[in-house]
Structures are given as structure tokens and as C-alpha cells.
């Protein structure tokens, strides 16, 4: 039983950075394939927006009011969400940023640098 609580935390960890990545690389270079580091870092800045959330919003403190919030099923549901769309958010935008980048790096005026 515990094992598979550990297995719905990883994958509503894991699994919300593998569609940011999948929108990163199809915003970022027209593909579809999918990076794993880069659903890891989205992953990363993710899980630390969240926490911050939860440092405002919801007053969460100590690791042991946060495990607490983690133990209710209505929050794991939000956390899925919410976290799958702010990956999204932060791959289209990070996608974005990045083609951009290229672009500019490709100009005439940037060639001789």
C-alpha cells in the first residue's frame, strides 16, 4: 500500500514535467520529442513555485504541516492540476524564450560576433 502511494507521488511529480517538456521542445524547435532534463528543471521550478504557493497561501510551515496537506487526496488532485498547467505555462514560455534566443543568434548583425 505504501509503495503505491510512493508511486502516485512520483508519478504526479514526474509526469506534469514530461507535458512542459513536450510543450518546451514543440514551442522551442517544432519537434516532439521529449528531454528529460529539461522536464526535470521544469519539474524543479515547478515543485518550488508550488512551495512557495503554499508558504503564502496556505500557511504551510514545517515539513509536518506539508505532509499533511500531501495526505489529503483532494490536494493531490489540485497539486496534479495545477502543476500540469503551470509546466505547460513555464514550457510554452521557456520554448519561446529559447527560439527567440536562436533566432537572434542567426541574424547578419550577430554572425560576426
Known amino acids: ?13 514526474i509526469v506534469p514535467g514530461l507535458l512542459g517538456a513536450l510543450f518546451f521542445s514543440i514551442f ?8 528529460w532534463r529539461v522536464a526535470l ?4 521550478f515547478t ?3 508550488m512551495i512557495t504557493g503554499l ?7 514545517t515539513i509536518d504541516d506539508l505532509l499533511h496537506e500531501f495526505t489529503c487526496l483532494s490536494f493531490t488532485r489540485k ?3 495545477l502543476s500540469t498547467a503551470i509546466n505547460i505555462f513555464y514550457g510554452i514560455i521557456s520554448g519561446i524564450i529559447r527560439r527567440i534566443f536562436f533566432w537572434i543568434r542567426r ?5 560576426n560576433l
Open 1 to 13: 500500500m505504501i509503495a503505491l502511494q510512493l508511486f502516485q507521488f512520483f508519478l504526479a511529480l
Open 28 to 35: 522551442a524547435r517544432l519537434t516532439t520529442e521529449i528531454d
Open 41 to 44: 528543471i521544469l519539474d524543479l
Open 47 to 49: 515543485f518550488t513555485t
Open 55 to 61: 508558504y503564502y497561501l496556505k500557511d504551510v510551515l
Open 79 to 81: 497539486y496534479i492540476l
Open 107 to 111: 541574424r547578419p548583425f550577430f554572425s
